[in-house]
């Protein structure tokens, strides 16, 4: 009998690490990151995540253009972001050691798959000779591997061919992240039996380089050193680990239920909202109808007609979405349904770069409507938030009768973190009646404190009313021309949306409610913002934090909550429209700070404008 030990290597300890894996569209770095992202949230540590598509569907592989990159970061203690910058980089060709080099700091660790730099990859991006041994990447701790090479020797007698062999050295380097982070492979290993379990081979050759990956970290003399991150001591309850896209289909579910009403959702596939799509379409059994629209327009026309019938009518998009279904927007204001618009921002304008972020959409679903047109905006700050903000669009549309608008992006649809699972019998009943009684029924009657109208359901006795585009008579709901009368409905209908402002939560600060600078957000900017003034307290700084989720109305104590500080800074990912919005509103000199690269900001950036402005006298 042979007795096999290990070979013995330091264990560091460490709080937070983050790491980048990058390969070709091909390479599957979204299954690895995703992956190690399980594994880590099973093992208890608290995670945020960034994936990195590419925008070409089928960009030349080995190319620029068609890199594909996923971020983790993984830690003992509560995190907001997927990090500023990777502390590991996993490259798997030429094209994704020049794509992300730049983000890796000096001395970071650089893992490579040495068998992708051939001649031709590397002419493929420009390198002039191999970065590998031409001693260009001196500055950081190289591990160059011949990662095909293992994957192939480990893969020999399965009878596969060069393609499949190649499709799983993915797993090979999974594999040898997860001895490098003391990461078990079980969970991993009990994925692939589920997902290729009608395919034993292929099961088979994925396990086979997951372990020869692992096995390579064990017996190879190369690494000196592995890297505990102990689980985080997060709130108690029971977790999963959750995408924005799948926390919004999972909070409209759960809305649905608690307004007793079958939701439908009409949508045209557009990236990055399409997940939300799939998501709902498995949910038959809680009453969820989808129907995929042959276009923009008849998606949210088919929404409108089902809140007109009764249902909780939804449609989502993202930006060039919306500039097609305003006319219809405008029709549901005209007519006071209630109708969930979600608009999964993402960079513009026109086809823009469909798969990267931006908070670029605000001022078109405040303002891109012809006429006074208004409509509430609500908006989500991390993956799990886009459940508790996706059950507080529902809530509002019902009680106002109204369109509410649900403001996320790519970088929280796409990005991952711990969510924690509610008690549904906690969650407030949402439900409204629908009108049944003839008497004294009006269609544009109003309640005397929301002022939203009645819900009267097509094929209710007694009911027949008339809705449309043409403005209707205050009361009756007749087509009008009176001057004195679209007055009166434009006023009534502002009205009712400056109203929620009594119906929802005051804007809270995280600091002190007095000092030297405010830093105000809304979206996903949460997690940098949270993080840049985390280190800013700590360093002593009189600097607070105040985040928006509810963009329309604000809530009633945001002038006064602005007024206690002797600067406030606004970063977004766009050109300033929320800046544009609190200068106008409140009157107050807030500076902006803007970056639209398709990237979130990084905690280092928004800390150094603080730091800039707080200097300022």
């Given at each position: 009998m042979?007795i ?15 790491i ?14 995703t ?8 093992f ?10 590419p ?9 620029l253009?068609?890199?594909s990159g ?6 003992s ?6 990090g ?17 080099l730049g ?20 002419n ?5 000779s191999n970065?590998?041994?031409?001693g ?7 591990f160059?591997i011949?990662?095909s090479?293992l ?15 190649d499709?799983?050295?993915n ?8 001895w490098?982070?003391e ?20 099961a ?8 020869a990956?692992?096995?390579f ?14 689980a ?22 759960i809305?649905g ?13 557009i990236?990055p909202a399409?997940?939300?799509l799939h ?6 059994n ?11 327009i ?9 809140s007109?019938?009764g249902a909780?009518?939804m ?6 979405g919306?500039a ?13 349904l209630?109708?969930?618009v979600?608009?999964?921002q ?8 469909p ?22 905006v ?19 549309a ?7 608008v649900?403001?996320s ?11 924690r ?9 949402i ?7 003839p ?5 544009y ?35 009008s021309y ?16 400056a ?9 809270q ?7 030297d ?24 700084k ?11 109305p604000?809530?009633k ?11 406030v ?15 106008a ?21 928004i800390v ?9 006298h």
């Open positions: 042979t096999t030990t290990r070979r013995p290597v330091d264990v560091q300890e460490l709080d937070r690490v983050t980048r894996f990058a390969g070709d569209s091909g390479d599957g770095m979204q299954l690895t990151g992956q190690f992202t399980r594994t880590a949230a099973v208890g540590n608290d995670i945020s995540t960034l994936p990195d598509f925008a070409e569907i089928r960009a030349p592989a080995g190319s253009p068609g890199v996923f971020q983790l970061s993984f830690s203690s509560d995190i907001h972001t997927p500023d910058a990777p502390d590991v980089l996993v490259a798997m060709n030429p094209a994704a050691l020049k794509s992300n983000e890796l700091p000096p001395g970071g660790a650089l893992i490579v798959n040495e068998d992708a730099f051939t001649q031709t990859n590397l493929k991006v420009g390198y002039a970065p590998l041994i031409d260009s990447l001196k500055s950081w701790n190289l160059s011949p990662i090479t994957n192939t020797r480990a893969l020999e007698g399965l009878g596969l061919t060069s393609k499949q062999v499709l799983t050295k797993f090979f380097a999974l594999g040898l992240m997860f490098l982070y990461r078990s492979m079980e969970p991993t290993i009990s994925w692939i039996d589920e997902k290729f379990g009608k395919r034993p081979m292929i088979e050759s994925n396990k086979r380089a997951l372990k990956g692992y096995a970290g064990e017996t190879t003399e190369m690494f000196h050193t592995t890297y505990r991150v102990p985080a001591h997060l709130p108690a309850g029971t977790y999963r680990n959750i995408t924005g896209n799948e926390a919004t289909a999972l909070g409209f579910v809305a239920q608690k307004a007793d009403r079958p939701l439908f959702y009409g949508s045209y596939p990236t399409s997940d939300i998501q709902l379409s498995t949910y038959k809680f009453g969820v109808k989808t129907f995929q629209a042959e276009d923009e008849a998606a949210i026309g088919s929404a409108i007609g089902a007109y019938g909780l009518g449609t989502g998009t993202s930006g060039p919306i097609l279904k305003s006319e219809a927007m405008n029709l549901a204001v005209m007519v006071e209630p109708l969930i979600i608009d999964v993402r960079a513009g304008p026109s086809t823009g770069m798969t990267k972020t931006e908070q670029a959409d605000l001022l078109q679903v405040l303002y891109g409507r012809n006429g006074d047109s208004p409509i509430p609500v908006a989500p700050s991390t993956p799990a938030d886009c459940f508790e903000v996706a059950f507080e669009a529902v809530r509002l019902l009680k106002y009768m109204t369109p509410v649900y403001l992006d790519a970088f929280l649809a796409t990005g991952a973190e711990p969510w699972l509610p008690d549904v019998d906690d969650l407030p009943d439900s409204v009646s629908n009108q049944t009684e008497a004294g029924f009006h269609p009657s109003r309640d005397p404190v929301t002022l939203a109208r009645p819900w009267a359901v097509p094929g209710t006795p007694g009911l027949e009313h008339r809705i449309g585009g043409l403005e209707k008579a205050d009361i009756s709901g007749n087509v009176d001057p004195d009368n679209h007055h009166r409905m434009q006023t009534l209908r502002a009205a009712k949306i109203g929620i402002a009594d119906d929802i939560p005051d804007l600060v995280y600091g002190p409610e007095r000092g600078l405010l830093i105000l957000g809304w979206g996903s900017t949460y997690g940098s913002i949270r993080s840049a003034v985390e280190r800013l307290q700590a360093d002593g009189a600097v607070a934090h105040a985040h928006l989720r509810h963009l329309n604000f809530p104590n945001t002038g006064d909550v602005l007024a206690g500080y002797r600067r800074l606004i970063p977004e990912l766009n050109l300033g429209q929320l800046l544009l919005l609190i200068r509103r409140y009157l107050i000199d807030a500076v902006g700070y803007d970056r639209v690269r398709g990237k979130p900001f990084r905690i280092a950036e150094a404008e603080a730091e800039r402005l707080l200097a300022e």
